[in-house]
């Protein structure tokens, strides 16, 4: 009788360093994939630095634009902080020539635009009368017009005092997902689509009905009828800002905006906009409201409401390295020629 135990000992030897060798094989593989991300992570970690530090450079270069037509007595769409020509003295300033396109910071290039944020009006200081205007001018619906100027008047109020057709905590509490009113000044515009009866539509103007709708550009009469939903002329975020000192600078501010200051009606925000782009333009109060018919008496009372100068910007910078880009948002404020960002964050 023969005894094989050492070819069988063998083969089992030669199974478990099989076993071993795959093991160790799917260690090392995970092992390599691990360092893989790991180096990937520290790269996205080192580019997302570089972005912003770039992103940060752009502001900075923009709060310089700004500080240098600081001393100005006015600031208009043709200035070179919006992109424009250029406007009185500025035109023989050191930002003649300069772009605020594709400038090169470190690695990367940065694009810059900025608004005026005195070309709206403050949402934050708005009251019933002029929330209710508004939402008349925009098109809404008549029966929605006091519930929503009640309700987003009750959002920014610090009490939980509801208005008659408004909404507190209560009502917000019995949504899913259910949150707090803030009873505080609104910081983000977008927390406009979190009230009560603001719609999308209202908020960005148009309508979602879209092109499925029977005769989805025809308007036949007035209004909408009751099924039909409202088209609004403009949204809300087009005329309102929380960023501004509160005045209305009527050399920057649109139709749409000047048309809503009291005393103003669209014969009269036309000629102020063709006194504006004249030549040479008008850049002062009286004679701007002079050329728009505006009686001296309703001019005094309006100098409450407006000005020629801004002094809160919103600045969006564009960085690209390489093949990414990535958007930042700054809010500054201007003091003559000294400029303080307020805010920074990433914005794409």
């Avoid at 083969?11 to 071993?20: D, K, M, P, R, S």
């Avoid at 790991?38 to 923009?62: C, H, P, Q, S």
């Avoid at 309700?151 to 509490?173: F, H, K, M, Q, V």
């Avoid at 309102?240 to 009269?268: C, E, H, M, R, W």
Wanted: glycine share 10%; aromatic share 10%; hydrophobic share 35%.
């Amino acid at each position: 009788m023969k005894i094989r135990l050492a070819k069988s000992n063998r083969a089992f030897a030669v199974i478990i360093a099989l076993v071993a060798v795959t093991v160790l094989t799917l260690l090392a593989g995970a092992f390599a994939y691990a360092m893989k991300i790991e180096t990937k992570l520290a790269a996205n970690t080192n580019d997302d630095d570089e972005f912003y530090w770039i992103g940060r450079g752009g502001v900075e270069r923009a709060c310089w634009w700004l500080s240098l037509e600081g001393n100005q007595p006015f600031s208009s769409r043709q200035q070179y902080w919006n992109g424009g020509p250029g406007d009185g003295p500025e035109t023989n300033g050191p930002l003649a020539g300069e772009s605020l396109s594709g400038y090169q910071i470190g690695q990367g290039t940065v694009s810059l635009t900025m608004s005026e944020q005195e070309s709206k009006m403050n949402i934050n200081t708005a009251d019933g009368p002029l929330l209710q205007q508004t939402l008349t001018a925009m098109g809404a619906d008549a029966n929605a017009i006091s519930g929503v100027s009640d309700c987003i008047l009750d959002w920014i109020d610090p009490d939980d005092n509801t208005r008659p057709a408004g909404a507190e905590s209560d009502y917000y509490l019995g949504l899913t997902p259910s949150y707090y009113a803030k009873n505080a000044p609104i910081d983000n515009l977008d927390e406009l689509q979190l009230i009560k009866g603001v719609t999308h539509d209202m908020y960005y103007g148009g309508s979602s009905a879209g092109d499925s709708t029977p005769f989805p550009k025809q308007r036949l009469g007035f209004g909408h009828a009751p099924s039909e939903s409202p088209n609004y002329v403009f949204g809300l975020r087009d005329v309102f800002t929380p960023y501004s000192i509160g005045k209305i600078n009527v050399l920057t501010a649109d139709d749409k905006v000047l048309q809503l200051l009291p005393g103003i009606d669209t014969s009269a925000a036309q000629a102020i906009e063709s006194a504006r782009d004249s030549d040479p333009p008008v850049r002062n109060v009286p004679q701007l409201l002079a050329a728009a018919g505006i009686e001296p008496q309703v001019a005094a009372q309006m100098a409450n409401y407006i000005d020629v100068r801004g002094s809160t910007y919103e600045i969006h910078a564009k960085v690209t390295i390489g093949q990414l880009t990535h958007e930042y948002t700054a809010v500054v404020f201007r003091n003559g020629p000294n400029v303080q960002v307020y805010s920074f964050y990433r914005s794409n």
